[in-house]
């Protein structure tokens, strides 16, 4: 005889759909339908189909923001997870210390995107940032305002303090799960560290890792606090992301048709991506070894 079903655990969600209904779904409507009509004003609004999503895919502006993008995530990634992943392993397991490295790894995590934009931007300046006037007085030209070069050093460098703690902690979880039998087993099999590390702890932190780099992916291709807050999207264009592009699209200009036909192609850009990596990764680990 099948159990009776209790449905009743529904109304206890039902508070929550209704809420992303009104936080997600409303603005997400209010955008598309911006993004296929155009108005003159007075609120007078005249369809315009896929006018502005024609314009947006062949803008050179937004494919060049688009490059500068992938590039930035593409560096985030390729150095963030390997540096998590080397943090992890050399925190201690146990104690008084793996508490204390806990707490400091954490601290980068709990500052406002905001506010690590101003520290940066104060640390980097010339005349009265640490780092700015230390690089001078070991006579390197260093000037994040005026050079591609050192705002992208900048910016990079800033993520990388801000957020591999994060893939740290992430890893160090996984390690945490390893049973203590796994290192005695190695032990006496006199296996090397690599070993131990390739067949051991790799695997068990495939999870974390997956989960690392979604998180990291979206959080870079997102980016757009902390570098306009450093370099406002310079010097020139030298900084100047999708997100940053999009803001000066929809506030800076007022182009409400193309800023929301960019947003649907950002955000099926950002969904297609983390599809892509999710698939692989996920493939990866199900595979028969």
């Not at 159990?3 to 409507?29: C, D, E, T, Y």
């Not at 990079?156 to 005695?184: E, K, N």
């Not at 757009?224 to 940053?244: C, M």
């Not at 950002?266 to 680990?285: D, G, P, Q």
Request: hydrophobic share 55%.
């Amino acid at each position: 005889m099948d159990k009776p079903v209790n449905n009743r655990a529904w109304f206890l969600v039902l508070p929550v759909l209704v809420l992303v209904a009104f936080s997600a779904v409303i603005p997400l409507m209010t955008v598309v339908n911006y993004s296929v009509q155009d108005t003159f004003g007075n609120n007078q609004f005249f369809w315009n189909g896929l006018g502005w999503f024609q314009e947006v895919l062949a803008s050179d502006r937004i494919r060049a923001a688009l490059g500068r993008q992938i590039l930035f995530s593409a560096i985030i990634l390729v150095i963030e997870i390997p540096l998590g992943i080397f943090i992890a392993l050399n925190m201690p397991k146990k104690g008084f210390w793996a508490s204390v490295c806990l707490v400091l790894m954490a601290l980068p995590l709990l500052i406002p995107w905001n506010v690590v934009g101003t520290i940066w931007q104060v640390f980097g300046r010339v005349d009265i940032g640490l780092l700015g006037r230390t690089l001078a007085a070991l006579g390197i030209d260093y000037n994040y305002v005026s050079d591609a070069f050192d705002a992208w050093a900048t910016i990079i460098v800033m993520d990388v303090w801000h957020w591999t703690s994060l893939v740290a902690l992430l890893c160090y979880a996984g390690l945490q799960s390893i049973p203590q039998a796994f290192y005695q087993a190695a032990e006496i099999d006199q296996a090397s560290r690599w070993s131990v590390f390739r067949y051991i702890e790799l695997p068990k932190m495939r999870g974390v890792l997956l989960i690392a780099v979604l998180l990291r992916f979206m959080d870079s291709f997102m980016i757009y606090t902390e570098p306009f807050v450093v370099t406002g999207g310079g010097p020139g264009n030298a900084t100047t992301f999708l997100s940053i592009d999009l803001v000066k699209m929809a506030v800076g200009q007022f182009d409400l048709g193309p800023a929301a036909a960019f947003s649907l192609i950002y955000f099926l850009v950002i969904l297609l991506i983390s599809w892509v990596f999710y698939t692989v990764m996920t493939a990866e680990n199900e595979a028969p070894r």
